[in-house]
């Protein structure tokens, strides 16, 4: 592969690669098509982290999914977090960078949590305005992920998906569709998680993520700290009948598990892309 | 219809404040509005843990997982997270234990976890080249003024009355039980230090100490050496010097603007 195709994310399956696998990545050199990581975690001038991440850059096409950027906070955005940023996005050249449609701070103090935002035209404005400002910053499309959520609010006007639609139709931003957030949401809330995908148009989901979650019985809760579920990898495959093979990410972030779990994760999403691939040919 | 300020602000204050107030925005449908609240609760403070657990290891071994929690919870409500970027969180944490009632049978526990701080910002900041060691020895053969200089930024600088390098390595192994470490052992003066991505702790003496200081705070040379022979009268300067340049710790110099 040349160094130009390193910049592009490309039509397979990747892994969301954390602190506690990068040496032994860098020592095996997997065969996945692309990794993942959090921007904020190379946020420093240098250092360890990103000596390893310019090397894997140097093997890997890269995607950097923000989880700090705080879209959906009524606080303007932080021109700090978009310096460091968009140094770290000129540095990688990233195939894709990404945040998520939700909120994480209020007057100036985080949650460092993805937060829900009630769907209202106030809301969507905002997210739309915070988009634009940031692909303007950067110089390049981003990606925007659909958070899950554990509660609605009463006063939301807008159902979920048709929100998520209008932030890429208002913006031109991309969508990054986590169809276990989905699966969460639609089960936390009692909506039709297939209807949701039916409503997203074709051409503007660019990624998907896939991750496990945690069931306490009353709420499921994205941990991302279980393998893909059943009911997550049907929807998967709808997924995939519906927008087609795009590239897809195993997440994994709380009880990481050994890399060869992620990497056997990735070989049943593969899997599952091929079929899908040859159906379509 | 509450602007979106009025419901995150709300939704913060169900987040951190005590008691919990459950905004009446919230959709009960099956569950209620405080379990659904509960659930972000449980989140935002899980993910500070961790956090914290990750940057704060050995203050965590050193007071066990219930009180590392109980204390952890105690400075997230108290504590306002600046950035979006969560590995700027907890830089207070040592002050917080300071402060912190239950921690007191435990003198050492603030500076340990000082150390621990500060080896988290330097996991994270550029390592500059050594010092051009020509460059400077030209600068030393002329008839020069007196030299400032910088530490690397990979450096730190910590002094303790308690041992916290031996304690901070002996809780380096998970299975190993920590040996007997004397506590008054006298002050632990540290250079704190990431070499070739490894970090390390250096320790001092008293003269190494004040001058390494007194340049890091802006000190010329001349003045610097002043505050190390006020403390150790037998201080061997140019060694030192030397050394702490071909070791990278001192990695830039300029020379003072002559009087007159």
Redesign the interface.
Known sequence: MSADDLSTIPVRVGIGLRAPHIREFLDTLPDVGWVEVHS??Y?????????LLEQVRQHYPVSLH?????LG??DEL?T??LR?LKRLVDHITPGFVSDHIS???????????L?P??Y?E??LN?VCRHVEQTQDYLGRRILAENASS??????STIPEWEFVEQVANRTGCGILLDINNVYVSASN??FDASAYLRAIPKEMVQEFHLAGYTD?G??L?DTHGAPVFDAVWVLYGEALARFGAIPTLIEWD?DIPELAVLLDEAGKAAHMMEAERALAA | MPSLREVQERFRDAVFEAPHGTPDFIVPGRLTAEWRMAAYRGSVFGNLRSALRGVYPVTDRLVGEEFFDFAADRFIRDTLSPSGDVHQFGREFAEFLRAFPSAASLPYLPDVARLEWLMHEIHYVAELAPLDLAALAALLAEDHGDLGFSLNPACRLLASPYPIDLIWQANQSEIAEPEQIDLDSGTARLLVRRRAGALETQRLDAGSYALLEQLHAGALFSMALQAALAVQADFDAASFLLQQVQLGTLVAFHQSEREG
């Open positions: 904020e975690n946020f420093g001038d240098g250092g360890q982290p990103l000596a923000g989880v700090g950027l705080s906070s009524s932080n700090e977090h460091r909120w994480s701070s209020v007057g100036g103090r985080y949650f460092n949590d937060l935002i009630p209202t106030e809301s905002l554990y509660l609605q609010f009463s006063h809330h009692g306490t009353s709420l809760l709380t």
